[in-house]
């Protein structure tokens, strides 16, 4: 029978309680654990418990965002397509769940009938809603429908969801289609880029408009595996030429070949292969060059006043210009990831300038959160509707506006020496998509238990740019530190978009310090999350805080970092013999440390000797990863062989659940991997054969003799031959050795049967 699992911290167990008995009350079925001590060993009766449920209620606060309990359940909960409702009691949404559209009942109010009235109208559906993971309501709201197998497809990529979701919903996986609705008054590239971000897989229609190069590029620089469609008439960008994409003439063929793609999906979590290339890239491995700036002159006729003109300008600061007209090194679009990597920011002019080829090279720097800004001209030019209200896609009529504008990114990217920032400048800083983005990313990739306490005595570091200027104390009379525009307030905001009284840090009991909202007009982000105002956050050590024309770090006794942003490794860890040059990294976000880790970051980097003997390759996992699952990953991303592979350590088969902690493994220690005997034998054996002993292949003639390929033996005597010659030794008197089809007629041969080779 199905039922309702409640997920909650055992600091919320009191309200747990008091929502379970109004649920009984309500005739729900439901599952609380209030026999399991939730800090215990996460027991079988839990995941069982999830598995068995149709809908997962989730307590959120900011003890469930640190329960480490919580996440594993809303893990699981997502792993098994659960429908998911996440009650808002305190504090801000859960960074896990911030996809899915929160229950609010802050101040640990009790839900309405209409919610046990909804969960009971769910739980009688005999087709439950679909949870795509990709809108930004919560699907266990939305009216649920049978899907017709086909239908017509219509044009606008927004609707592709509705055709593809009895496709791809039951593969258990978050996805994002391109062009997906977003609620109104959303940020669109900010939502869109967030949405793809949570997703592992995205598709995308390229039939219609430019938007959705932009969002496929944002794809391809963090690494989603795409799926790319688009109807046999339609010209793609050259940049997408030599790929595997899918053409359709019709709805009909659209789906079949989306169905197919569907059975076959595999998805890796080895962080620098390319699932659009299906292939180890070293383009991922390109480190910053400090004076390089990616200029997006897809065609150098139309751009050639506005490059000169820019790039002189540019010039001034001793940046020179990284061209997507620049040949082209390897493929494409590695070729297009290394030069945005290899660039300090980017520069755009849309409009009439515009092409497929440079949105997607847009949207590709745009994902890989460097700096960018994009002008045009808004007397005659259209620019794509995604990029419409962004603060730095800057309307410029003439020389001295774009100049204008490459001058604010200048003097953040790469100040001149002594030159003082002014207010506007540092409005573009603070207030950009790239630094809202790479904070909230870093909010919802980090795990609760990385928290850091504050150590001693708590600063509040301002910094511009990139660049350290304050450091602020709270109040010694107050234990507070109070920021706005107020002249009164500890720390003046010299912005006008700032309020009076914007926000303040605070000092709590037992050392622990806080951050409230102070009822400002343009929000307080911590870690890139707007906070509710007049709510205490919890704030920890290296903490982000931003707000209109001002950006804070939250520090201690520790010493700061540099000021300049690190450069990405020039050179790997380990260099690899034939595989590739880059280490494979291999992340589980779904693996937690073992009890007693008081952190998640225990990386081991090993060698591993491929079944030919010949190429090794290098891969990076955490210790207490199972190495079944790390063989798994790597037998995709090296192409091995369709076959059962095994890890080998001093000539003992590894057992697959068994972690490198548990062997005793340290760095650049090596594993060899070995192709099950038998299942290569039976491969090696059906090469082999050229007939069989039916009348097909034989004819039926009485006394006849053999007629094609020479008489060997049964085929149980051809695998044991071709496993002696191989193995030197003797076959397993067990080997099950399956009926095959004859190459030449078709027959099915079993291991009795005569064969010819």
Excluded at 84 to 91: A, E, K, S, T, Y
Excluded at 336 to 344: E, F, H, N
Aim: contains cysteine; glycine residues 6%; aromatic residues 8%.
């Amino acid at each position: 029978m199905s039922q309702i699992f409640i997920s909650y911290s055992r600091r919320d167990r009191d309200y747990a309680l008091r929502l379970a008995t109004l649920m009984r009350q309500h005739n729900l079925p439901i599952w609380i654990d209030d026999r399991i001590d939730v800090g215990e060993e996460w027991t079988q009766a839990i995941v069982d418990s999830i598995k068995a449920s149709k809908i997962v209620v989730v307590l959120v606060t900011a003890h469930a965002e640190g329960s480490e309990w919580v996440r594993r359940e809303v893990l699981i909960a997502q792993r098994f397509r659960k429908i998911i409702f996440p009650l808002l009691l305190r504090d801000e949404e859960l960074s896990l769940l911030i996809n899915v559209q929160h229950y609010d009942l802050r101040d640990y109010r009790l839900p309405a009938p209409k919610f046990y009235q909804k969960l009971a109208e769910i739980m009688e559906r005999k087709t439950a809603p679909l949870n795509s993971g990709g809108g930004g309501s919560n699907p266990a709201i939305q009216q649920t429908q049978e899907l017709p197998r086909t239908g017509p497809l219509k044009e606008r990529p927004v609707t592709l969801r509705h055709s593809l979701q009895h496709l791809f919903d039951t593969l258990g996986y978050d996805y994002y289609v391109g062009g997906d609705l977003i609620e109104e008054g959303e940020a669109a590239l900010q939502t869109r880029f967030q949405k793809i971000h949570m997703a592992r897989f995205c598709i995308f229609d390229l039939t219609d408009d430019l938007d959705t190069y932009i969002e496929l590029g944002m794809a391809l620089a963090l690494n989603r595996y795409c799926i790319v469609t688009a109807k046999n008439n339609v010209k793609l960008a050259d940049f997408l030429d030599g790929y595997s994409l899918v053409r359709y003439g019709d709805a009909a063929e659209f789906e079949d070949k989306l169905r197919t793609i569907a059975e076959q999906l595999k998805l890796t979590a080895v962080q620098n292969y390319c699932h659009f290339c299906r292939r180890l890239c070293d383009g991922m491995s390109a480190h910053q060059e400090m004076n390089a700036y990616l200029i997006l002159d897809n065609t150098r006729l139309l751009w050639r006043d506005l490059v000169n003109e820019m790039t002189q300008h540019i010039a001034q600061r001793h940046a020179y210009p990284i061209r997507l007209t620049d040949a082209a090194r390897g493929h494409r679009l590695c070729d297009l990831r290394t030069k945005v990597l290899r660039a300090q920011f980017a520069v755009a002019h849309l409009g009439r300038f515009s092409s497929a080829n440079s949105m997607l090279a847009l949207g590709m720097a745009v994902g890989s959160l460097i700096p960018w800004a994009a002008i045009y001209n808004p007397q005659t030019d259209n620019i794509p509707p995604i990029l419409r209200e962004i603060r730095h896609t800057a309307p410029a009529s003439d020389v001295n506006e774009r100049l204008d504008e490459m001058d604010k990114l200048l003097n953040i990217v790469m100040p001149v020496s002594g030159e003082q920032i002014t207010v506007h400048t540092l409005q573009l800083a603070t207030e950009t998509f790239w630094s809202e983005m790479d904070d909230w990313v870093q909010s919802v990739t980090r795990n609760p238990e990385t928290h850091e306490p504050i150590l001693g005595t708590i600063r509040v570091i301002r910094y511009e740019g990139k660049r350290y200027s304050h450091k602020y104390y709270l109040n010694p009379k107050t234990q507070r530190l109070k920021f706005g525009r107020d002249s009164k307030c500890d720390v003046t905001l010299e912005h006008p978009l700032a309020s009076s009284e914007h926000f303040q840090i605070m000092q709590g009991p037992n050392q622990r310090y806080y951050l409230i909202d102070l009822g400002s007009t343009n929000g307080t982000f911590l870690n890139g999350r707007k906070l509710p105002p007049h709510k205490q956050h919890e704030i920890y050590f290296s903490d982000e805080v931003r707000v209109a024309g001002a950006h804070f770090r939250i520090w201690d006794e520790r010493q700061l970092p540099e000021n300049t942003k690190p450069l990405r490794q020039a050179e790997p860890l380990i260099q690899t013999d034939e595989v590739g040059r880059d280490v494979i990294r291999i992340d589980f976000p779904d693996v937690p440390p073992p009890e007693g880790f008081d952190a998640w970051d225990h990386k081991i980097i090993l060698r591993t000797l491929l079944p030919d003997g010949k190429r090794s390759a290098v891969f990076e996992v955490q210790a207490y990863y199972p190495l079944g699952r790390v063989l798994a990953e790597l037998a995709l991303v090296l192409q091995l062989p369709d076959m059962t592979h095994y890890f080998v350590r001093d000539n003992l088969i590894v057992n697959p659940e068994e972690t490198p902690m548990e062997l005793g493994l340290k760095d650049g220690d090596t594993l060899r991997i070995t192709i099950d005997r038998v299942e290569w034998a039976m491969e090696e054996t059906r090469k082999r054969i050229y007939s069989c002993d039916s009348k097909a292949c034989q004819g039926d003639e009485k006394g006849r003799e053999w007629k094609f390929g020479e008489k060997f033996g049964t085929l149980r005597s051809l695998f044991e031959d071709t496993f002696r010659s191989e193995y030197n030794t003797e076959p397993p008197s067990q080997a099950n050795i399956p009926p095959i089809k004859c190459p030449r007629c078709s027959s099915v041969i079993k291991e009795n049967n005569v064969v010819g080779i």
